[in-house]
């Protein structure tokens, strides 16, 4: 079974830059779900993919957008970055039934230092 | 809104005494919760999902709904449970782009069991 995998692990831009994350989810899973974690802070919920679908974002704006595509990877695009966008974005992949969602799985993470 | 907190940023024991990692949450619905560790310049691993009822690595949870609170207690520690620990509540929402459910994170324990 192949776990959640995520590219690059690290990455520095700068203020204004845009910005594209990549995750493949973990074999059997239909569902990505992105999260920020600032240093010190829990992750935090960006957003979830299912079909392909935006299916649910947290408090987060438009210019973090993202895609799913049929074999269920999944990219994370932030445009005008900001320095408070400096974090680790972690991917996380799961089973959704479409009644009920069994647990999420994390990759590794990208770091990302907007200077 | 749902709400989890750890009240604990660090935590430190000897090896062999017991740990609990506290864990509060807030949430007007039927929780979901769950403990994940991070190892050191590991990812995010689910620890423990209290629907399952399960013991892992030594560790249990019991959600108590009437405390609102999710513990994670061992009886002896080991110099390899030191690590970041999150608490972590399932929190489901249908809205305009289907149902979805997002993790909402504690900002974590860290704890150090010392020789």
């Known amino acids: ?115 | 809104a749902q709400r989890v907190t750890q009240p604990e940023k660090l935590l430190s024991v000897f090896k062999g005494a017991p740990v609990e990692l506290k864990c509060n949450y807030s949430y007007s619905g039927s929780p979901e919760l769950f403990w994940y560790v991070q190892y050191s310049r590991q990812r995010l691993q689910l620890l423990l999902r209290h629907i399952s009822r399960e013991s892992i690595k030594g560790f249990t949870a019991d959600l108590n709904k009437g405390e609102t609170s999710f513990h994670l207690k061992k009886p002896f520690a080991q110099e390899e449970d030191s690590a970041m620990y999150y608490c972590a509540l399932s929190h489901h929402s249908l809205n305009s782009g289907g149902s979805n459910y997002k993790l909402t994170f504690g900002k974590g324990t860290l704890l150090t069991v010392n020789p």
Do not use: M
């Open chain 1, 1 to 115: 079974e192949t776990g959640v995998t995520q590219s690059p692990t690290h990455l520095i831009k700068t203020r204004g830059q845009q910005v594209t994350l990549r995750c493949s989810s973990q074999s059997g899973h239909n569902t990505v779900s992105w999260y920020q974690q600032a240093l010190g802070q829990g992750p935090q919920f960006i957003f979830q993919y299912y079909r392909e679908e935006e299916n649910g974002r947290g408090n987060f704006p438009p210019r973090f957008s993202g895609l799913q595509f049929p074999n269920y990877s999944s990219e994370l695009n932030v445009n005008a970055l900001e320095l408070d966008d400096s974090a680790l974005y972690l991917c996380a992949s799961s089973f959704f039934s479409g009644a009920e969602l069994r647990a999420q799985y994390f990759g590794p993470g990208t770091r990302l230092l907007v200077l």
